[in-house]
């Protein structure tokens, strides 16, 4: 079973603490199969990993499939196996897209029949659970496919939103591998004194940009990017991708958690502009 990834467009880190945040699913997916098998074995391919239960128990990148399979209670022992188009920890919900993935597998496999809106608690349970906070945000999105609000842990869709940003193109610079997990990334953001004053500006900004026309969401995102840099969670390579995108006319920011990871550019690129770009990030994808 497939589950796809997510950008955040903003709000980024402050959804976590109850402000509002705007996503949008993108085709990158993962994708998760079972088969019967004598013991309980997951593979992951991305990681080149292979491991039998007790021992993925023990080893760190196994935590949101064993938290999945433990959260759903299911007996008989099954050969499970991930691979995933999305890099791995940069920002596009991989961890969400391995949960809802696995969860849509395992409800496939056991016969659960698991509604989606049941697959979407119980994969935002595991993320929170694995990671101690996290808002619906991933998980929701790519539970449901759709571009979302979410506010104080509550979602609505947005689908004008996206209309409006799908009018221009959208690209994804995955930049550089991150040092650390959103899980980290969220705890060094808890521990900034000034994040409260930092989010209000945030949240500004995210309700200005819904209801605004492609341009001003270009400008907007910018700003919302100088607030996630101020926050402590950008990096050099993250802001000079940032500058060359604004230099060439286009709205730009990192996206998810940061710390490395990618970079969202709305606007058109011309060939010149693209290999500029291309030149310093490992890959430019369009969403
Ligand atoms: N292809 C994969 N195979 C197995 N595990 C994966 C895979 N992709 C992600 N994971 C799990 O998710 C972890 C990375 O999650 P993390 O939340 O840090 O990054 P992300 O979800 O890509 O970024 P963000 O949360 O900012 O969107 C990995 O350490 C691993 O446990
Ligand atoms: C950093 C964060 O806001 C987004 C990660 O994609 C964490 C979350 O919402 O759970
Ligand atoms: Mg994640």
Not at 21 to 36: C, E, F, G, H, Y
Not at 171 to 200: C, N, W
Not at 259 to 276: A, P, R, S, T, Y
Request: net charge positive; glycine share 6%.
């Amino acid at each position: 079973m497939k589950a796809k990834g997510k950008v955040i467009f903003f709000g980024e880190h402050a959804v976590v603490y109850g402000y509002t945040a705007l996503s949008l699913p993108i085709n990158l997916s993962t994708n998760v199969n079972i088969k019967k098998n004598d013991n309980l074995v997951i593979e992951l391919k991305n990681l080149n990993k292979k491991l039998g239960f007790e021992e993925a128990k023990k080893d760190k990148d196994f935590r949101y499939v064993i938290k999945a399979i433990e959260l759903l209670k299911v007996k008989e022992p099954f050969f499970l196996s991930v691979s995933s188009e999305l890099p791995v920890s940069c920002g596009l919900g991989s961890s969400a897209s391995v949960v809802v993935a696995t969860i849509r597998a395992l409800s496939k496999f056991f016969n659960l029949n698991l509604p989606k809106k049941e697959i979407a608690k119980l994969s935002h349970r595991v993320e929170r659970e694995v990671q101690g906070k996290a808002s619906i945000t991933d998980t929701y999105t790519i539970s449901y496919e759709r571009a979302l609000k979410i506010r104080n842990n509550e979602f609505s869709f947005i689908d004008e939103f996206e209309k409006t940003v799908r009018e221009e193109k959208l690209y994804i610079a995955y930049v550089e591998e991150r040092e650390m997990k959103t899980a980290d990334l969220i705890k060094v953001v808890s521990e900034k004194e000034e994040k409260e004053e930092i989010f209000k500006e945030i949240e500004e900004i995210t309700r200005e940009a819904l209801s605004s026309d492609v341009e001003r969401i270009k400008e907007l995102m910018l700003e919302n990017h100088k607030l996630l840099d101020k926050l402590g969670v950008s990096t050099k390579g993250l802001n000079r991708v940032v500058r060359l995108a604004k230099k060439f006319g286009c709205g730009a920011k990192l996206t998810g958690a940061g710390g490395g990871g990618c970079v969202i550019i709305l606007g058109d690129l011309n060939e010149e502009e693209k290999e500029l770009i291309e030149k310093i990030v490992k890959s430019l994808y369009l969403a």
